[in-house]
């Protein structure tokens, strides 16, 4: 199994910064993406930014420009810094990890942002 453990939410302000963070731990042999999701109060969950072990990145449109998805492969841990953050932001981000086809979930953490 994976565990992923992820921190660094919390509430800002509009136009400010957060950086997540996720650490994945136990069976990480063969773990290729990993990246972030995210999911509004009564939305589905969707992709916000994922890096693979090689370097390749995707973001979706709204979040290019203003977050950056970095990852530390000696330290099993993905990080996402979000800047020049938007109300619309708001949302209960997850950490992802994927291997072949399984996919592992973070318990979430909430980004609250004010306007």
């Known amino acids: 199994q994976v565990q992923l453990v992820e921190s660094g939410g919390g509430l800002v302000q509009a136009g400010g910064s957060l950086r997540l963070s996720c650490a994945a731990s136990g069976f990480i042999s063969g773990i290729n993406s990993m990246g972030w999701y995210r999911q509004a109060p009564g939305k589905q969950r969707d992709l916000v930014a994922v890096i693979s072990s090689g370097g390749d990145i995707n973001y979706t449109d709204s979040v290019k420009g203003r977050f950056t998805i970095s990852r530390d492969n000696a330290k099993n841990t993905v990080y996402l810094q979000m800047n020049s953050l938007k109300p619309e932001d708001t949302a209960v981000y997850y950490c992802?990890?994927?291997?072949?086809?399984?996919?592992?979930w973070g318990q979430g953490t909430q980004v609250t942002v004010s306007s």
């Open positions: 992802y990890a994927g291997r072949r086809g399984t996919s592992y």
